[in-house]
């Protein structure tokens, strides 16, 4: 695993003796409610982040990191890192290029960000679809199928287990992520949309 300094925890030991954010959660909301009320919205934000907590699993590792992503129309930000910020590793997009930045002076730089960027995770992922995931939506130029409290998109069964409120709009607080033995749970501990924030 690329994210060698990063101490590695069992995935349910962290979830549950971390403490829960003090931000206000709703009920996870029917598909066609949260798509009604929500997906322009945020289809049409052109800033957000949030810092987090990811797990990640398959059948031959597993491993757990703090998550700050930041993103806005330029460039996407996307830190990872261990206890206290231990083995922090930084990753920015732009232009369809990545840095990465372990921290300790050297920057590899990559044309092909969704390679580079699963080297660092340790399992494929699909990094587009993910920026749009992560808020609770589809990416747009996939065709994706509503089921239960998410959908199905290119295999990925995306589910929103918990959701939290920012200035009235629902957006996701707990997400697990799962396709053919890899699984990502990531827990939402703030949000901030285009200064809107969840704490």
């Not at 598909?31 to 009604?36: L, P, Q, R, V």
């Not at 300790?104 to 990559?110: A, E, R």
């Not at 080297?119 to 239960?148: A, D, H, K, M, T």
């Not at 920012?166 to 200064?195: A, T, Y």
Request: with cysteine; net charge negative; proline share 4%.
């Amino acid at each position: 695993m690329a994210l060698n300094n990063a101490p590695k925890k069992c995935i349910g030991l962290l979830l549950a003796v971390l403490s829960l954010s003090a931000c206000t959660t709703v009920p996870v909301e029917t598909n066609e409610e949260y798509s009604a009320a929500e997906r322009k919205y945020l289809y049409d934000q052109s800033s957000w982040s949030f810092e987090g907590r990811l797990a990640v699993s398959s059948e031959k590792e597993s491993w757990s990191a703090n998550v700050a992503w930041d993103h806005d129309s330029v460039v996407e930000k996307l830190k990872l890192s261990g206890p206290l910020g231990q083995g922090a590793v930084l990753l920015t997009l732009t232009n369809g290029k990545v840095a990465i930045d372990h921290g300790n002076g050297n920057i590899q730089y990559s044309d092909k960000p969704e390679e580079i960027i699963n080297r660092e995770l340790g399992v494929f992922v699909p990094v587009n679809s993910l920026r749009f995931w992560v808020l609770g939506l589809p990416e747009p130029v996939n065709i994706y199928q509503l089921v239960g409290q998410g959908f199905v998109q290119s295999g990925w069964l995306v589910e929103f287990k918990q959701m939290q409120s920012i200035e009235g709009k629902s957006m996701p607080k707990k997400i697990e992520i799962n396709k053919q033995g890899v699984r990502l749970k990531l827990f939402v501990d703030s949000w901030s949309i285009n200064g809107a924030e969840s704490k």
